[in-house]
């Protein structure tokens, strides 16, 4: 059963994560086991995860086949317009962006794990997401901070 994003509702909303991904991009979806091993550890301890596509042609159909082929573990809302990404400034996928009441702290990569076009690292050496996290959960009060993404253009992130 695919969560819907009326259920965060019921989630603790002060910090939650907000992921902008695509099915048709190769690094989004390498980075599925890494999301849901995040959600795993972090939704119990009452931090939101919801993944946003924003994808002019995907159906809800085939978001929900991919979350299902994918073992998705957060709500999966379509963003065909790209109306969340601009919101929040993402620009590529996939691209992270943490908030704490409306505050947004973070927004960029997911860890280091790509490089540059076409270069990753077997393993990352920064995991920027879960560290803002951990920060976060120890009552640490980060700074702003942006960190540079690398992957798949979010088509209509410049177009209304």
């Known amino acids: 059963m695919l969560l819907t994003l009326p259920l965060l509702a019921h989630a603790v909303e002060q910090i939650r994560v907000e992921l902008f991904l695509a099915i048709e991009c190769p690094i989004s979806n390498r980075y599925v086991p890494e999301l849901n091993r995040l959600a795993h550890t972090y939704q119990p301890g009452g931090i939101a995860f919801c993944a946003y596509f924003p994808e002019p042609g995907l159906t809800q159909p085939r978001l929900d086949q ?23 400034g993402a620009t590529l996928t996939p691209e992270a962006a943490i908030f ?47 960190t540079k993404a690398w992957g798949c253009f979010i088509e209509t992130a410049t177009h209304p």
Do not use: M
């Not at 994918?70 to 919101?87: C, E, M, N």
């Not at 076409?118 to 980060?142: F, I, M, N, V, Y």
């Open 66 to 88: 991919w979350a299902k082929d994918f073992a998705i573990q957060f709500p999966v809302v379509l963003d065909t317009k790209a109306r969340q990404a601009r919101s929040t």
């Open 100 to 146: 704490k009441a409306s505050r947004l702290l973070y927004r960029g990569r997911i860890d280091d794990r790509y490089v540059s076009w076409g270069k990753s690292r077997p393993e990352p050496s920064h995991r920027d997401l879960a560290e803002t996290l951990d920060q976060l959960l120890a009552g640490k009060q980060p700074a702003p901070r942006f």
